[in-house]
């Protein structure tokens, strides 16, 4: 990688251990969950949203450990479906235990009224957005022991130094702000919270076109456009291990105020996504093509699934305190995603070419494609 690229990947180490020890000094001050509860103890657990991507795997890793989950939705989707790889029996036996209370989270009055009473112990809050989203829920669960938060590593200000720590600067004008927000109120309120901070998330029924835009393009031997060098460096985690650290944090004391970063273990280039999407679903090696997207009116089309620019994480911390790790490498986790969905034919957005048209057509590349 060039020099202009290169950047101080483990010479922070300095910096991450003061914050652990910065961490580890305020964990009396969040002895709300007590060490002795155990993360076998059964839980009453609100899931916000569930209906689709994180809260489908969330909701199962949740059943399967002996809670009884709630999900609160519009009701506008099934609360439930069954997954490309799960039986009959194993789709039956969860979901005739996940419950549902039908509503709308921003009719506060009418949420603090579904929520009065019900006893909750811990909130999944997976689907928010806004502070003010969240005050009707604290409002109406004065008593709860956790409240587990969805958050995006899209709040770090972007910076020369990476991997980004916990304790990194964050971006008062990121279009996560409410995210912030959010993490912010539930500091402020005293509450018991832990927020999670994935980086770009990928896996069956993922409904950002993160994996589906390469698969698109690879299915019907089409070049891959890739802004500038394609040497940009960024992070993807699969969501079975998101699913799987977001179970880890319930009941954990260590968790307690704090917040985690949440991806894969390594670092890929915007050129390895492509090669890593064909080799995980079968694909010959793709033609990658290279364009300078200031030259480019899209419109308010997106030429390409990822910001342009270095973006990745540290994961250390959830390593340490949870004892959680990724179980999916780039490649099998993408052949995971390709064999229960796209290679099976579903996907969420039918493929738009008309960005990579205006691309090839400039650069003089003329393309022959399988009908």
């Known amino acids: 990688m060039p020099s202009s690229t290169s950047f101080l990947f483990w010479n922070l180490r300095a910096l991450q251990r003061s914050a652990t020890h910065l961490q580890q000094s305020r964990k009396s001050r969040w002895a709300v969950v007590s060490a002795s509860s155990g993360q076998t103890e059964s839980k009453k657990i609100l899931l916000m949203g569930g209906t689709r991507f994180i809260g489908i795997y969330l909701a199962r890793l949740l059943v399967e450990a002996g809670h009884e989950v709630t999900m609160f939705t519009r009701g506008k989707a099934a609360i439930t479906q069954q997954l490309a790889d799960e039986s009959d029996k194993d789709y039956a036996e969860f979901s005739g235990k996940v419950k549902h209370i039908q509503g709308d989270r921003l009719d506060f009055e009418g949420l603090k009224s579904k929520l009065s009473g019900t006893g909750f112990e811990a909130v999944y809050d997976i689907n928010g957005r806004e502070a003010v989203e969240v005050e009707p829920i604290l409002e109406a669960l004065p008593n709860i022991k956790q409240y587990i938060f969805c958050s995006s590593a899209g709040v770090y200000l972007k910076s020369d130094?990476?991997?980004?720590?916990?304790?990194?600067?964050?971006?008062?004008?990121?279009?996560?702000?409410?995210?912030?927000?959010?993490?912010?109120?539930?500091?402020?309120?005293?509450?018991?919270?832990t927020s999670i901070r994935p980086v770009y998330i990928y896996g069956p029924l993922n409904y950002n076109p993160v994996e589906e835009w390469f698969f698109h393009r690879l299915k019907v031997g089409r070049p891959i456009p890739v802004p500038n060098s394609g040497l940009q460096v960024t992070q993807l985690g699969h969501v079975k291990d998101l699913a799987k650290a977001f179970v880890s944090v319930l009941q954990n004391p260590v968790a307690i105020g704090e917040v985690y970063n949440i991806s894969g273990s390594k670092y890929v280039t915007f050129d390895g996504i492509a090669r890593a999407c064909a080799k995980a679903a079968g694909f010959a090696t793709p033609e990658i093509v290279y364009y300078n997207p200031k030259e480019f009116d899209f419109g308010k089309k997106k030429a390409f699934p990822l910001r342009d620019q270095h973006f990745f994480t540290s994961i250390e911390k959830a390593q340490k305190d949870l004892g959680w790790a990724p179980e999916f490498g780039l490649v099998d986790g993408l052949a995971d995603s390709y064999n229960l969905d796209f290679g099976r034919g579903t996907f969420r957005k039918a493929a738009d070419f008309s960005t990579d048209d205006m691309i090839l057509e400039k650069l003089g590349i003329k393309v022959a494609v399988a009908a």
């Open 161 to 193: 130094l990476l991997p980004h720590f916990e304790v990194d600067a964050v971006d008062p004008k990121s279009r996560h702000k409410g995210k912030l927000d959010t993490e912010s109120l539930l500091q402020k309120k005293g509450v018991p919270w």
